[in-house]
């Protein structure tokens, strides 16, 4: 089992930014794969972030390529998301996620373990 815990959500003005944290706790941090989804009302949750279980990997979404950043610390069983230049369309849930086996996945259903989602909120 993988606990998952974010943090650092908050209300911001548009083009400032966030950094959350998903500290996990549980398994062997250093062999899953990592996601960040959002959800916002009334749309399905979607991928925003990825990293591989090697760390050598990450992904993003058009909508953020270029203005998030997906890091971990394996030695600090902590996943980040850097987000600058924040817009008010990324209002959301934010999620992190763990995938055990496998890389990285679009897809919500193919992760494992998720955490309580933290709410960032983008003001215009």
């Known amino acids: 089992q993988v606990q998952l815990v974010e943090s650092g959500g908050g209300l911001v003005q548009a083009g400032g930014s966030l950094r959350l944290s998903c500290a996990a706790s549980g398994r062997t941090f250093s062999s899953y794969s990592l996601g960040w989804f959002r959800q916002a009302p009334g749309k399905e949750r979607e991928f925003v972030a990825g990293m591989a279980w090697s760390g050598g990997g990450t992904r993003y979404s058009n909508s953020v390529q270029g203005r998030f950043t997906i890091s971990r610390d394996n030695a600090k069983n902590t996943v980040y998301l850097q987000m600058n230049i924040l817009k008010p369309e990324d209002t959301a849930v934010y999620y992190c996620?763990?995938?055990?086996?496998?890389?990285?996945?679009?897809?919500?259903?193919?992760?494992?373990?998720w955490g309580q989602g933290t709410q960032v909120t983008v003001s215009s």
């Open positions: 996620a763990a995938r055990q086996y496998g890389g990285i996945s679009y897809t919500p259903r193919e992760y494992d373990y």
